[in-house]
T-cell receptor
Framework: GAGVSQSPSNKVTEKGKDVELRCDPI?????LYWYRQSLGQGLEFLIY????????KSGLPSDRFSAERTGGSVSTLTIQRTQQEDSAVYLC?????????FGPGTRLLVL | SQQGEEDPQALSIQEGENATMNCSYK?????LQWYRQNSGRGLVHLIL?????REKHSGRLRVTLDTSKKSSSLLITASRAADTASYFC?????????FGAGTTVTVRA
């Protein structure tokens, strides 16, 4: 069956521009997570969606970061006025149990 | 914040040898999971061990959990070149997983 998909695979942008990253979770998974992974580091939790509940945004590093999940399915992570320190791999995961299933990630490079 | 910390940071072994890596964590857990990451991309779930379990097997993988020491180990037996990857332990905190920085394993042919 289809896994978690993310687009784009790679994104190069200029400092100050806005970017949108997309995540398509596994069908039927009510939970969706965004993580950020800097080079050689572990995963940093960003935001969590569960069904129709209010999202847990406690991991978002600044107000330049926001995310939406429409219709309980597709999610978009938006970074406004990108900075060089935003360069990282952004990973999305979905789950229906304790196990999380990850997408391939979007590698973001801010020049 | 990272709860799990893997040790060693990097490991290089010959094909056919066993690879062992450890994970330590700080607070009580319901379960601990191990994930593998190839080439800095998506993580693949390997195994989950619950707090009331001490050992679990899956194919060539063996995971142990010692809640009194707040530690876990992952053993890969008879390693193959395809096992070259980064391995992360993740501990649950409500619904969130906290990942360590990982152990990078290189299997030499």
């Amino acid at each position: 069956g289809a896994g978690v998909s993310q687009s784009p695979s790679n994104k190069v942008t200029e400092k100050g521009k806005d970017v949108e990253l997309r995540c398509d979770p596994i069908s039927g998974h009510t939970a969706l997570y965004w993580y950020r992974q800097s080079l050689g580091q572990g995963l940093e939790f960003l935001i969590y969606f569960q069904g129709n509940s209010a999202p847990d945004k406690s991991g978002l590093p600044s107000d330049r970061f926001s995310a939406e999940r429409t219709g309980g399915s597709v999610s978009t992570l938006t970074i406004q006025r990108t900075q060089q320190e935003d360069s990282a791999v952004y990973l999305c995961a979905s789950s229906s149990t304790e196990t999380q299933y990850f997408g391939p990630g979007t590698r973001l490079l801010v020049l | 914040s990272q709860q799990g910390e893997e040790d060693p940071q990097a490991l290089s072994i010959q094909e056919g040898e066993n690879a062992t890596m450890n994970c330590s964590y700080k607070t009580s857990i319901n379960n601990l999971q191990w994930y593998r990451q190839n080439s800095g991309r998506g993580l693949v779930h390997l195994i989950l061990i619950r707090s009331n379990e001490r050992e679990k097997h899956s194919g060539r993988l063996r995971v142990t959990l010692d809640t009194s020491k707040k530690s876990s180990s992952l053993l890969i037996t008879a390693s193959r070149a395809a096992d070259t990857a980064s391995y992360f332990c993740a501990t649950d905190g409500d619904y969130k997983l906290s990942f360590g920085a990982g152990t990078t394993v290189t299997v030499r042919a």
